[in-house]
């Protein structure tokens, strides 16, 4: 298993070229390829490729209860926004 191998920034680096359906199949391989998978500097450049931008948050309130939420906000907004598609 080469994400136990590698260093993290190396195994990070891998997954980043997988296209969003592997990642989410990669993320049922165990608990180190969900880690990973659902990294969210991984999902936040891949709202990026499509100019997928998170809402902005106002009050701190409303940023901290955000953060505290969700533990991959930019995956949950890929998919959002993946669904309104039409293919």
Known sequence: D???????????????????????RCSQVSWNWKTLSENERIWQMKCLQHAWYLPTLNTPQQQQSHTLSTTCAHKLHYIACARTLDF
Do not use: A, G, Q
């Open 2 to 24: 080469f994400v136990t191998i590698f260093p993290r920034y190396l195994s990070l680096y891998i997954f980043s070229f997988l296209d969003p359906k592997s990642l989410c």
